[in-house]
């Protein structure tokens, strides 16, 4: 479409009702974002109330019209999606406005490939508008859904604010006000953003406190829940504020609440209960005292009895805690309404009736939404030919779609079965793919973060995470490098490893999905973004991107990733080296303009005063290699740090190196085990205690319940 163009929804599919639409853009250094935003308008051109507005921190709407459905990685960058149920709009909401805005003195001018797609519920796209003269403006709104009787158009508007989000705000009935936040050495600095809806003077209206959030139920196993406060209610006439970062307690391992300044969250209409900042303490005698579980699985033997228990505890799960059903199926195109899931059903096929894993059904409006459930526990693979079978019978009999749930994570351009659709059938068929790490990652992001309506809500997805992470239920994720690990290991080693040999092609999907899913396990832990960064060219697909990769793996004998996690400094880097048996995690953090490098070496000492002696610190000089070492030599003598040659300091690298594990899959020595402790590590004794990135400072708030909108991994078409 171009600038300004209109379309009925209509017009380009049969059931528009429910749809998803996609912002997405792209980086050539890797570290470009934005973050989107909904406003609901009314015939005025005004929200309603701050309600109305939808971004990060409040990505959902109580009646299920919008939700923010975060980030997922695509072959050139990262892709932000929201789910649009167009049937529960209100009836005096005429407009949905869908922008996106940049932070930090950030501009859109500095990305590529600025987009905006809408997608039916199966995942086929209605509509593209690209914007293609950004320049100075960090906010844009890139289109709008508008209602023309009883259809929804939309139109798109690709206009540019130069003052950012507030001026943006400002246009719709929202009020912002800037408030400076001080200064100092290893704080974040930057502006803290309140917006109220329109009508009202800032401070003004009786002001409530939160009352102390509902007891929930015991937390009795390892996890370590954190600590968070719920939501306040939502108050006509006070301010909805733009949070800022939250700090980390000094062990790195969990926000803590700032204790100079608390502002307020944005309010929903019900307090979120959240687990309890202290587990309570055991009344067992001694540790052989086991907690009663309410899914146990220490008794599951065979592969067929864990895919039996997974289904029927997922499925009862999501009927029983609609914000979390709500989470996993809106990615899915499922309307908003009453859910219901069945285990076990039968349906006829040829001369075999077939039985699906699991059915779930949605009825909003009399109308009903149906998706057949086929599972995979313990690392099994799906099979084709059942899959093939589950789409014949949907499609007819009207069913809407097919999720496959497995450990594998899904790539863009990899799907991980083969499936034939009748284009001869007019009603169609989707067919989505969802990984346990994924369950997992939203159960963790709405008790730990996010918060869920009810205490028992809170205990039920719990009581999923401990099933999910028991040793017998087979739920554990993408725990296996595959049948080319070896062969290709050896291969480096021996150096008989060609360059278009596709052993290494499938290497590099298994590393990348393993990035993903660490992406997502990280994520759902610290309640932050976190996105594997690529750095690909305009026009390359995922699989030219991957035979590149392949054949640098090849070439150099080593596996590389970048993640991007909210707060970090800089970009994590991680790099298998397959002809030493050693992982390198490292981050670099550029040096202030002007600074002196003395005061800047002495300042990361201060840092990293609690971080590991073995941390490799190496100061980045342009033009050639500078001074490294130890911390544990250099922390005596930060002068060493500097070039002898009275060379310019660009920055600092710092690294840490561990054994990699050997076998493929996530056993005590394996690879995949030895990433994930590399990652946690750096990030725990490094990366926390560093100053958050300045440019992210002014988006949360110090309150350990901010949103993430990503999280993660969104499912995506298989």
């Known amino acids: ?101 940049r932070y930090g003195g950030s501009r859109f001018g500095e990305l590529d490939d600025l987009r905006m797609t809408v997608a039916d519920r199966t995942g086929e796209v209605l509509l593209e508008f690209s914007i293609d003269d950004a320049g100075v403006e960090s906010a844009f709104i890139f289109g709008e859904l508008y209602r023309r009787g009883t259809e929804w158009k939309y139109r798109a508007i690709g206009q540019g604010y130069e003052t950012g989000l507030a001026g943006l705000a400002t246009d719709f009935g929202i009020d912002v006000d800037d408030e400076g936040e001080g200064e100092g050495e290893g704080e974040d600095s930057g502006a803290s953003e309140e917006v109220r809806a329109d009508g009202n003077e800032g401070g003004s209206g009786d002001h409530k406190e939160a009352a102390e959030p509902p007891s929930a139920p015991d937390v009795a196993d390892g996890l370590s829940p954190r600590p968070a406060e719920p939501a306040e209610p939502a108050l006509a006439g006070q301010p909805v504020p733009l949070p800022r970062q939250p700090v980390r307690e000094a062990d790195g391992t969990a926000p803590a609440t700032a204790p100079a300044r608390r502002t307020r969250g944005p309010r929903t209409a019900k307090k979120k209960v959240t687990l309890p900042a202290v587990v309570k303490k055991s009344l067992a005698e001694n540790d052989a005292w086991k907690p009663a579980r309410l899914f146990p699985a220490p008794t599951l033997k065979s592969d067929k009895e864990r895919e039996v228990r997974a289904t029927s505890v997922l499925l009862s799960v999501m009927a029983q805690v609609p914000e979390f059903g709500r989470r996993l199926t809106a990615a899915f195109g499922a309307p908003a309404g009453r859910m219901q899931t069945f285990t076990e059903v039968s349906l006829p096929h040829g001369d075999t009736p077939k039985r ?56 863009e351009g990899s799907p991980l079965v083969d499936v034939k659709t009748d284009g001869r059938r007019k009603h169609k068929v989707a067919l989505w793919h969802l990984s346990w790490a994924e369950v997992a990652h939203q159960a963790h992001m709405l008790i730990r973060h996010e918060g869920v309506g009810n205490a ?12 999910l992470q028991h040793e017998n239920s087979g739920c554990h994720g993408f725990q296996n490098m595959g049948p080319s690990w070896v062969p290709v290991r050896n291969g480096i080693d021996t150096e008989t490893l060609c360059q278009g040999d596709p052993r290494a092609v499938e290497v590099v999907e298994s590393w990348e999905r393993l990035i993903r899913q660490v992406c997502l396990r990280i994520g759902g832990e610290l309640g932050q973004k976190a996105l594997p960064v690529q750095r690909a060219q305009r026009g390359t697909t995922p699989r030219s991107r991957r035979a590149a990769l392949a054949d640098q793996l090849c070439e150099q004998g080593r596996l590389t990733a970048e993640l991007r996690i909210d707060g970090s400094p800089g970009i994590v880097t991680i790099t298998a080296d397959l002809r030493t048996g ?70 600092f690298r710092l690294s840490l190196f561990k054994g990699m594990g050997g076998s493929r899959g996530n056993a005590e020595s394996g690879f995949i085990r030895s990433v994930d402790d590399a990652v946690d590590r750096f990030h725990a004794h490094v990366v926390a205690h560093l100053p958050q990135a300045e440019r992210r400072a002014a988006r949360r708030s110090p309150e350990p319940e901010p949103v993430s909108v990503t999280p993660s991994q969104t499912p995506v078409p298989a």
């Open 582 to 651: 050693k992982l390198r995690t490292s981050l670099e953090i550029p040096v202030p303009e002007g600074a002196y490098p003395l005061t800047s070496a002495k300042r990361l000492m201060r840092q990293l005063a609690e971080a590991p002696a073995d941390l490799h610190v190496e100061t980045l000089v342009e033009g050639h290699s500078g001074p490294r070492g130890t911390l544990e030599r250099l922390r005596p003598e930060p002068g060493d740090m500097l070039p002898k040659d009275g060379s310019r300091i660009a920055g």
């Open 356 to 411: 699906p894993d699991g059915v779930i059904r949605v009825e909003r409006a009399g109308k009903l939404w149906t998706a057949l459930v086929e599972t995979k526990t313990n690392g099994n693979a799906l099979k084709s030919e059942q899959v093939q079978n589950y789409m014949d019978i949907a499609a007819r009999r009207g069913y809407e779609a097919v999720i496959t749930l497995s450990n594998d994570v899904a790539l």
């Open 456 to 467: 028992a809500h809170a205990w039920l997805l719990q009581e999923l995470l401990h099933y």
């Open 1 to 101: 479409m171009t600038k300004g163009a209109n379309v009925g929804l209509a017009d380009l599919s049969d059931d528009a009702g429910s749809v998803i639409a996609s912002l997405s853009w792209s980086s050539n250094e890797g570290d470009g974002d934005a973050d989107v935003s909904v406003l609901l308008l009314d015939g005025n051109g005004k929200v309603r109330s701050d309600a109305d507005f939808f971004y990060y921190n409040n990505p959902a709407a109580s009646d299920g019209s919008v939700q923010l459905l975060g980030k997922t990685p695509t072959a050139s960058g990262s892709e932000d999606r929201i789910s649009l149920d167009l049937t529960a709009v209100a009836p005096d909401v005429e407009r949905l406005v869908v922008a996106a805005s």
